[in-house]
């Protein structure tokens, strides 16, 4: 059963960071990209930062470009999303997200860790 699980969440105040972590279970995860994406009260779902399997390459939103670190620890099964210099307007609920095969492609999404920054 694919199931990932979002965690690192919290309350800071600008400027400050927060690492958080998506653990995968289910599925051998360096065989898959994951993403992940954020959603604001009353805004769509944005992708902020994406990785690939295989050479990990890395995508960020302009919007999180300099400031966020997408990386994997495949024998963790872990992907962190690293957010430095955090603004009020990062705040959201963080999702991770990986489209994975199993007997068909699924879409799977975690149940989210909310992320405020305030002061």
């Known amino acids: 059963q694919v199931e990932l699980v979002e965690s690192g969440g919290g309350l800071v105040q600008p400027g400050g960071s927060l690492r958080l972590s998506c653990v995968a279970s289910?599925?051998?995860?360096?065989?898959?990209?994951i993403g992940w994406f954020r959603q604001a009260p009353g805004k769509e779902r944005e992708e902020v930062s994406c990785i690939s399997s295989g050479d990990s390459s890395t995508y960020y939103a302009d919007s999180v470009k300099g400031r966020f670190t997408i990386s994997r620890d495949n024998a963790k099964n872990t992907v962190y999303l690293q957010m430095n210099s955090l603004k009020p307007e990062d705040t959201a609920v963080y999702y991770c997200?990986?489209?994975?095969?199993?007997?068909?492609?699924?879409?799977?999404w975690g149940q989210g860790t909310q992320v405020t920054v305030s002061s």
């Open positions: 289910g599925f051998t995860l360096d065989y898959y990209a």
């Open positions: 997200n990986a489209k994975v095969y199993t007997s068909y492609w699924g879409n799977y």
